[in-house]
């Protein structure tokens, strides 16, 4: 029990000012029997201080010493400093022992979620399991999410949205801009190919599985699907799940697309710019029309207003990109580079020669 005169005297400016300097080296283990504290005590703060102290330390410019402090404490009825620290403040801290702890506990909670992660994908290379789980506050609840997911796969069909909202009542849950979404993509890009690795989902034996070589992903090869629409989607449905198809967007102007896809009967309108999703170019059900010599390809889909304004059912067949090529956009120029020679312009900044040099890579792009 802590004496109430000793009590009065600690919360005093000075005392308390010197005790919480104390407090805190005791908590970093940098307090020594013979420590000495040393403050820019004020007068008056000293003159509190020297309650317990020589009758003489106010008047020097002596640093506290632990062991006089304790004297004096003793000789007002304190037996130990720290009972003294703890009456005040509470229980006293080992941050040492605090930063170990949760260091070895960092380091098993890693370890937990690799192993997780290794059970259901083995070849999976490690740089991407961590990629995987960096930035969740606890890698093993993220990694038994990541295997949530995966086992939830019913099969193919299924779209992105609907597997989210079943599993986590949000339909966004496994967007692009969540964790947990970038993470189980991360993970099923760098499964074999066919997202099937060891036995998990593949009605193959440990045994069996272990031949599935084909598809290995090489740390050195690996892409990051996060930021890449084609990749994003190819991740997802490695495992037969379906990506959002009418997101991505490409704008078109007298495109004469022929055969039986919905991007035909979209296209066919004359002289005004039609928007082509993912969904009216899946198939192999169209084909650029014979004898178009070229198509102009810009980034920026006021040239298309413009164009359609200005020439209207005579202009020449454009497509815009609408900025960096997305999954719609590569999925109806790569067919049509086979057939036509593209005429690749953008703007003269970066984003505009990256537009430029990705597309330049197609068969007659120019």
Do not use: Y
Not at 303 to 324: H, K, Q, W, Y
């Amino acid at each position: 029990m802590i004496p109430e005169h000793v009590l009065t005297w600690a919360k005093k400016p000075g005392p308390a000012r010197l005790l919480a300097e104390i407090r805190r080296r005791r908590e970093r283990g940098e307090l020594k029997p013979r420590s000495t504290i040393k403050l820019d005590f004020t007068a008056d703060q000293r003159r509190e201080i020297g309650v317990v102290l020589d009758a003489d330390w106010p008047f020097t410019a002596r640093p506290v010493r632990l062991s006089e402090l304790r004297s004096g404490l003793e000789a007002n009825g304190v037996a130990e400093l720290d009972d003294l620290l703890e009456a005040l403040d509470g229980p006293l801290r080992d941050l040492r022992r605090e930063r170990d702890a949760a260091r070895f506990a960092k380091q098993a909670d890693e370890q937990a979620a690799r192993e997780i992660l290794r059970e259901v994908g083995p070849s999976v290379p490690e740089d991407v399991v961590t990629r995987c789980l960096v930035g969740a506050e606890q890698w093993t609840p993220r990694a038994q999410e990541i295997v949530r997911v995966l086992e939830a796969m019913d099969g193919p069909g299924e779209r992105l949205p609907v597997l989210a909202a079943r599993l986590f009542g949000d339909a966004h849950a496994l967007d692009m801009s969540r964790p947990l979404g970038r993470a189980v993509a991360r993970f099923l890009s760098g499964m074999p190919a066919g997202g099937v690795d060891g036995a998990f989902g593949s009605g193959l034996s440990n045994a069996e599985a272990g031949h599935v070589e084909a598809g290995h992903v090489e740390p050195a090869t690996w892409r990051d699907p996060v930021g890449d629409s084609a990749l994003w989607r190819q991740a997802w449905a490695s495992r037969g799940i379906a990506c959002d198809e009418v997101s991505s967007q490409v704008l078109v102007l007298n495109l004469p697309l022929v055969g039986e896809g919905p991007a035909v009967q979209l296209a066919a309108v004359a002289g005004e710019p039609v928007w082509l999703t993912i969904r009216s170019l899946r198939g192999s059900g169209w084909s650029l029309a014979d004898g178009i010599a070229e198509v102009f390809v810009c980034e920026n889909p006021s040239i298309v207003e413009a164009a359609a304004d200005r020439f209207g059912a005579s202009s020449r067949p454009l497509v815009c990109t609408f900025g960096v090529p997305g999954r719609a956009a590569q999925l109806l120029l790569e067919p049509i580079a086979q057939r036509t020679r593209l005429r690749v312009r953008a703007d003269g900044d970066a984003t505009g020669w990256q537009i430029v040099n990705s597309l330049l890579g197609l068969p007659g792009a120019k």
